[in-house]
DNA sequence: TTGTATGCGTTATCAT
DNA sequence: ATGATAACGCATACAA
């Protein structure tokens, strides 16, 4: 109702309650001082950028001192009701919001780390995000999440703008170590299930070898010889499952060679289509093992669609241990990772960096989990 | 491999880097100096809280200025690489670590808003929190995510150590606004699917009488007249489902009142339970409404037990429309709710509040998404 | 009860 | 290339 019309201080600040701020209906720089007056020479400017509301405005616009209405906003004893009453009224016309840097600054207490990943949604991720959260929150520490939405290019911006607002980073990255070191200046970073080793930061290993070859060797345990493999891309150990279902191949002498591998997208359909290809090229395939649930999904849907009995014709590996692949009928057969051990993992990695310590990498091993598409 | 043991100046740092603190496993305090010096006398004490390693720590034990530090940590380019080298290795032997307290009281300001789910692993809210972080990463915001890990108890302390950290609030909540309002002290808040209204804080709201409306009338243009229906306890809208049901299925006569509504557990679990009930009492029933998804499923998994076909025998109408209704064969027919959308309402909801509005709610309206099990 | 003066750790400006 | 100085917003000890 009150335009910006009153009586306006060398600092831009203004004095009486009567000429306050208007406080409805201006956007955005609203809880902002932005007087169209300059500081220093009173000149009027159209800059939208204001200047954050702050104790001292408060103060002056209730006419007592900063501390006054310090004491106000955190309720101490030691202040006169009615001057309190009267302090909260400026605050909240003035639509003053307490710093957290400024108290941070002289209570240094609550811990932030920040969580990257690339695709909330994916339902691998929620399950980490939940342990990371769950681990958090058992320290009291508060967590700022962040998605890449998939895309690399996001990461090390996203890095850069998290970086200093929290006191450690931990996340899924597709950059190495390397490249995403200038953009975290000093903040301790875990990364997990980045591949290489790194001698600044802290990491969290998947043991996907383990996990492969424990598939592999329950479909050939199951009987099965004539076995494909649907591999995808992807940014971090780019050929271990690959290269580990081969070996173990060759170890068991399977009639099976890299023919045997085709690469798919990293979605329900790539799997699909995948699992096509390889049914065309191998009509005889017996068994497959697929790069992840989601692959493995869309591999099932293909079975279907093909009338391929599972598991009577052709069995079928997941991986990941998501719980939708027990929504298929039969429900799929998958190599289990906990996904929610991962995410305290990697918060136990962020304590240990906190402490001073770079620790050595944290392994987890998957395990098999057989439900019924083998 | 250093013990603490050089020469110490009044301020309790260290001086040369021979004398640098012993930087291995030591502990949570390493980063904090604790040189068993007061700073005021000299006086030898045992208190284990040290000080912050700062700047000017890194800036005496170099020999440079703190400026110089804050060049080299934060990878400027006017410094020489010598001394940039020389700074970091001190900081990293020191165990210096930014402050982002400090950081942020200098730089720009950032918006943060807090984030409250009930459970981050129930596949409804992925994509709600996908949006919210869509919609605060277009505007440079940061999102604090806090699971109450469907807790209600929790819900206030959150709210409590959350407000004092972000600049508003959205989430779920299964308190009422009164009952919230003393443990947010000021800080806006979004009240998402909480029911009623609100003169202190914005909301949004689902529509979800039109869904459950949409979705019964969608199954009457099926033909089907002995409707059942599965529903829930729940923290807000407590009966609008279950009371629009009845609606509307008076005013089209259905041979139907409240004993076809059966109260289940919101799980698989108690929709396969509510369903074996619901066939029991009514084994002429052809179709149920489901109180969300994940129920519809459990229940769908109830009529493969039993040997009903679906949607031949009985059809089946979920809520919320998770896609996860896709991996059923066939696919649920459900009551789609834009999520993701309901997360960018919530964050426009903020922006409104921090400009200094009481919006009035937002509301979503889900549609009717016909897959295969109608 | 209220006000004044410091200092928290950082970055920016401006000097050298 | 480097350093001195000045903010930033807040809480606290201390003075009035």
């Known amino acids: 109702m009150h335009p910006v019309n009153g009586n306006v201080t060398a600092n831009g600040i203004l004095t009486h309650l009567s000429d306050r701020v208007n406080y409805e209906n201006r956007g955005r720089e609203l809880a902002w001082l932005s007087s169209g007056v300059t500081e220093k020479d009173g000149t009027a400017t159209s800059t939208r950028a204001g200047r954050r509301v702050t104790l001292r405005d ?48 002289v209570q240094p207490d609550v811990v932030t780390i920040g969580l990257v990943v690339p695709d909330v949604v994916n339902p691998f991720y929620p399950e980490f995000v939940a342990g990371v959260i769950q681990a958090a929150g058992g320290r ?30 931990v ?19 875990v990364i997990v299930d980045g591949g290489l080793d790194s001698t600044t930061h802290a990491l969290v290993r998947v043991d996907t070898q383990v996990g492969v070859r424990a598939g592999l060797l329950h479909l050939i345990e199951r009987g099965h010889r004539r076995i494909g493999m649907i591999d995808c891309f992807s940014t971090c150990d780019p050929l271990v499952r690959r290269q580990t279902f081969l070996d173990v191949a060759r170890a068991h002498r399977l009639p099976v060679d890299e023919r045997w591998v085709v690469l798919g997208e990293q979605s329900m359909a790539g799997g699909a289509s995948a ?100």
Chains 1, 2 share one sequence.
């Not at 520490?141 to 998605?147: D, F, G, H, K, R």
């Open 140 to 169: 009291d520490w508060q967590v700022v999440i962040a998605s890449t939405e998939n895309d690399p290019s996001r990461e090390l911006a996203l890095l850069r703008s998290l970086g200093r607002q929290v006191d450690a980073i």
């Open 58 to 105: 408060v103060a002056r616009v209730a006419g007592v001192s900063h501390q006054t209405v310090s004491r106000a906003i955190n309720g101490k004893s030691e202040i006169d009701p009615e001057t309190q009453r009267r302090v909260l009224d400026v605050a909240r016309e003035l639509r003053y919001r307490p710093s957290r840097f400024g108290r941070g600054l």
């Open 275 to 374: 699992f096509e290809a390889l049914r065309a090229a191998h009509p005889d395939m017996t068994g497959v093992l697929a790069f992840n649930d989601i692959v493995a999904i869309g591999a099932f849907q293909a079975t279907r669609k093909l009338g391929v009995a599972v598991p009577a014709e052709c069995a079928l590996v997941g991986f990941d241990g998501l719980s939708i692949g027990e929504l298929i009928d039969p429900p799929l057969t998958t190599i289990h990772l906990d996904k929610r051990r991962l995410g305290e993992l990697a918060v136990n990695q962020v304590d240990r960096l906190l402490a001073g310590e770079l620790p050595p990498p944290a392994v987890l091993s998957p395990h098999l989990l057989v439900r019924a598409t083998t």
């Open 171 to 189: 996340g899924y990255f597709s950059h190495t170590d390397d490249e995403l070191e200038p953009y975290v200046a000093g903040v301790p970073l």
